[in-house]
């Protein structure tokens, strides 16, 4: 199974467009080990030919764009593309802006909970992408699906599951008890083939978490014995936007958990075997982004690696 990281950044991007906060200015300035970063997705093939492409960031074309095995064959039909499926993680803006972008009457299938698919339904602007081309199926909040594209099974497979996450921030309703969050706001997935190869001490899955606000036991134990894990990295300190002045929100308030600190991920997750861990979904104000400093270093020293664009791994 070939994945590659499209877009290793959270919301925004890096640098975020109007961003004038230090480490925005360092990529713009190109300072060495400072990465240029798009919009949270990855993409997934069991075959190099037929792709999922796992969350529909704003930034798409551009990460189609650096991916040749996401654009037309040369040689092929004139319109052709090798997405045949999109699969949503939650109702995020950065998540799902790019279906936008994958208009034109090609057809792939759509997959998302139901509660994203209430989302999408409710925004008439989501209907450029025709129901009669571009199939909406469902994912079961607990449960196996086995993808498929308009012409048939890509040989990837998924494990839905909940995890602790927020409503869109669009859809938020500060009356209502955690800003409107229910069960399929967020989820997390484990990709594997189909028909996996044999194990070799780990599994073969990936685990794709780009949003998680607090890790439970029971999340914890799915992982164990995992062959890779792609975390939610947003915030390396909760209150790191307020702490640089850029925002006010803390990271819990968004919905993700700090990889720092005795509630963060790095404590969290530290007695979970796996074979790689990998943060993404890294917002602009997040130090690791900095690869000389003493959070990337923190970072490096607890196994994690920090995802980038073009990122490619093979389980």
Not at 122 to 142: K, Q, T
Request: glycine fraction near 10%.
């Amino acid at each position: 199974m070939k994945i590659r990281v499209l877009g290793s950044a959270a919301g925004g991007g890096f640098p975020q467009w109007n961003c004038n906060a230090p480490l925005s200015r360092a990529v713009r300035e190109k300072r060495p080990g400072f990465l240029v970063r798009t919009q949270s997705s990855i993409a997934a093939s069991s075959d190099g030919q037929g792709w999922a492409v796992f969350n529909a960031s704003p930034d798409i074309r551009e990460q189609i764009a650096a991916a040749p095995e996401l654009q037309p064959a040369s040689g092929g039909p004139l319109r052709h593309t090798p997405i045949k499926a999109v699969v949503l993680t939650n109702a995020d803006v950065d998540h799902i802006a790019g279906l936008l972008s994958l208009r034109e009457r090609e057809p792939f299938v759509l997959y998302a909970t139901s509660r994203v698919l209430k989302t999408l339904a409710a925004n008439s602007i989501f209907n450029v992408l025709n129901p009669e081309v571009v199939e909406r199926r469902e994912l079961p909040l607990e449960g196996v699906t086995h993808l498929e594209g308009p012409d048939g099974p890509l040989g990837l497979t998924v494990e839905t599951f909940t995890v602790p996450g927020k409503v869109a921030l669009f859809l938020e309703n500060d009356s209502d008890e955690n800003f409107g969050t229910a069960p399929g706001d967020t989820i997390g997935i484990a990709l594997s083939e189909t028909q996996p190869q044999p194990r070799n001490g780990y599994d073969r899955t990936l685990y794709y978490v780009p949003g998680c606000a607090t890790v439970t036991e029971d999340l914890k134990k799915r992982l164990d014995g995992g062959g890779c894990l792609m975390f939610d990295g947003t915030v390396f300190h909760d209150s790191e936007m307020a702490d640089t002045g850029v925002g006010e929100k803390t990271g819990s308030r968004m919905g993700h958990m700090a990889i720092s600190g005795p509630d963060g991920s790095l404590s969290a997750l530290r007695g979970v075997d796996l074979k790689r861990r990998i943060f993404v979904h890294i917002n602009n104000t997040n130090p690791i982004l900095d690869p000389t400093s003493d959070a990337a270093r923190a970072v490096a020293e607890a196994g994690w690696e920090i995802g980038y664009d073009g990122m490619e791994l093979t389980l």
